[in-house]
């Protein structure tokens, strides 16, 4: 791991990254009212709505005025699958990019060469972040297609002048024969997969013939403790970057070498961090909805993005010396979150919870039950191989002292099954934490 000591800080666009508040503000004020003017005139959704609201472009004024204007929900993207929130002429659109849905459907995203090149500078903003250059060769193992991971992170590397190893996902021992023989210095991923390689090579006794110094991870949450892990093992940076395809992709945050928070940039994205249930606004610090407004997208741009991602939001002044605002490390989604029992329960607590347990490694799944109309929650737990016993003396001490971890950390009893070395899957993109088996 690179000490703080030995950083050598870099900002890509010190303008943009630096700027004053009151600046930033005019700007994005500016950029907001060109934007509902266009969308008002050329995506029917928005017109409707703001019709309904009884708000009109001319209400626009500032970036204080955005709190008069509709949110968008991910349900209404589906509702206008694939191109109803398409602004501009289809022939202007040069790729799309789409996500999954619960549904079947996909939410799809439509991107003009503007919006590519937009994507691609943010990204290498980020890869600035993680002391990344032009000299460095970028190991890819993000899904490619229509998931943004891949290209996202192919895109930030072309612009930054660096080379990108497009691997894409799976395949492990390829993966790692060819971040050796391309002498790769970063990789991105899914934290999850990270964790997955870190293992991989030093099982392999790979670490020390690696020129890996950087990771960027993101598409799931992830906690300090399992990135502490990963650097540790593998003596790099990681870095958590942040996106989401309906905004952009990969690149709209990354937190910096000081790991304070992710730097949004903000001359593109302006975010709102709300209160779930009354959408009104909270105080800085405090957990609340993210919510993104699209500032500069000319194909399928946004207002008012309800992301479902839970996190706090800061404007001072970082460490590193960028101004823009920064979120605080995704807890998890409204949707992740699981209410047992009465008490609100994310993946993310037993992940903290386990890293403290040197017996086990950080691989676990949550299954959730309803037996005798009574939430019952098993925490499945991987036993290091070192620590792997047939004694069942030695299996139930550990047993029922993990038993005792989540039960504080977590504010309930559950039910915890000790199983071997590598039983539960390894996700090569986004990790399956929990089953929910009630059918609510």
């Keep these: 791991m690179i000490t703080e000591k030995k950083w050598e800080e870099r900002i890509r666009d010190p303008h943009a990254e630096c700027m004053s508040e009151e600046e930033r503000r005019i700007l994005q004020g500016e950029k907001l009212r060109k ?3 266009r969308v008002y005139g050329t995506v029917p959704f928005y017109t409707e ?13 500032s970036i204080e005025d955005i709190t008069k204007l509709p949110f968008t929900t991910k349900d209404d993207l589906r509702d206008n699958y694939p191109f109803g929130f398409l602004a501009v002429p289809n022939e202007q659109v040069v790729r799309v990019q789409g996500t999954s849905g619960t549904t079947g459907k996909l939410t799809v995203m439509a991107y003009t060469q503007k919006d590519v090149d937009v994507w691609g500078e943010c990204v290498a903003r980020c890869l600035t972040m993680a002391g990344l250059t032009a000299k460095d060769r970028i190991h890819v193992c993000y899904g490619y297609g229509l998931f943004t ?3 996202g992170l192919d895109f930030g590397a072309q612009k930054l002048g660096a080379m990108a190893i497009p691997m894409s996902a799976g395949n492990t021992k390829r993966q790692l024969m060819c971040m050796e023989d391309f002498e790769a210095t970063a990789f991105a991923c899914t934290p999850s997969y990270a964790m997955h390689l870190a293992e991989a090579m030093q099982e392999a006794g790979v670490v020390d013939k690696m020129k890996i110094k950087a990771a960027v991870c993101g598409a799931e949450p992830w906690t300090v403790e399992m990135r502490n892990k990963i650097e540790e093992i593998l003596k790099i940076n990681c870095f958590d970057i942040y996106g989401l395809c309906e905004i952009s992709g990969p690149g709209v ?3 910096c070498i000081h790991h304070e928070g992710l730097h949004i940039h903000s001359d593109f994205f302006y975010p709102e961090v709300l209160d779930p249930l009354t959408h009104e606004p909270i105080k800085d610090g405090e957990t609340g909805e993210l919510v993104f407004t699209t500032l500069d997208k000319e194909a399928v741009p946004l207002i008012r993005y309800r992301t479902k991602d839970l996190t706090s939001i800061t404007h001072e002044t970082c460490k ?3 101004t823009t605002p920064r979120i605080s490390k995704v807890k998890g989604r409204t949707d992740d979150m699981k209410v047992i029992r009465g008490v609100n329960v994310f993946p993310t607590q037993v992940e903290t919870a386990l890293f403290g347990i040197g017996e086990v490694v950080p691989h676990y799944l949550l299954i959730i039950d309803r037996e005798d109309n009574m939430d019952v929650l098993t925490v499945m737990v991987e036993v290091d191989e070192k620590f792997f016993s047939d004694e069942i003396r030695q299996l139930d001490a550990l047993r029922h002292r993990i038993g005792d971890v989540l039960k504080q950390a977590l504010g309930i009893s559950v039910r915890v099954k000790l199983v071997e070395p590598k039983t539960i899957e390894r996700s090569e993109g986004k990790a399956k934490r929990v089953i929910d088996n009630r059918n609510l």
């Design 253 to 255: 945050a990354m937190d």
């Design 320 to 322: 590193c010396g960028r």
């Design 149 to 151: 991971g891949g290209m």
């Design 49 to 61: 709505k703001m019709k309904e609201l009884g708000v009109e472009p001319g209400d626009i004024k």
């Design 35 to 37: 934007l509902v003017k």
